[in-house]
């Protein structure tokens, strides 16, 4: 059972973990509101991990979710927040294709692909607790 708390949707048993915000905010404003307020943006490890943060997208307002991936142009690679290496990726299209100042979000609909968006879009976001 999901339970509502303003723009938090909390889910129940191991998935206590992650909470969905349905509150639209750039990437760095969702970063600094999960850092503030639980412990940080979601990490995506395993296809597990994936799978349930598919099915909960289904209460998101907004057509993409921001998770903690990003793109880091001085290094020229994608890395999670939490310093999770990427191993596991659901991209919907080639990640080598990088610009700076974007972040990794996944799509409500469809494949729940991952894309890469510019950070000033504003989405709903998964944050950790």
């Not at 990490?43 to 349930?52: G, S």
């Not at 020229?76 to 990427?86: L, P």
């Not at 990726?89 to 979000?105: F, L, Q, T, Y």
Request: net charge negative; with cysteine.
């Amino acid at each position: 059972m999901e339970s509502s708390q303003g723009g938090e949707f909390r889910f129940p048993s191991s998935s206590d973990q992650v909470i969905l915000i349905k509150e639209n905010r750039t990437w760095e404003e969702a970063l600094y509101y999960c850092r503030h307020h639980h412990h940080d943006l979601v990490t995506i490890t395993n296809m597990d991990e994936q799978r349930w943060a598919q099915g909960k997208t289904k209460n998101a307002s907004s057509p993409f979710v921001w998770t903690g991936l990003r793109y880091t142009c001085s290094l020229g690679f994608w890395f999670w927040v939490s310093d999770e290496v990427v191993h596991y990726k659901n991209w919907a299209s080639p990640e080598h294709v990088n610009e700076c100042d974007m972040s990794g979000a996944m799509e409500t609909g469809g494949e729940h692909k991952w894309f890469k968006k510019h950070d000033e879009e504003k989405f709903n976001f998964f944050c950790s607790k």
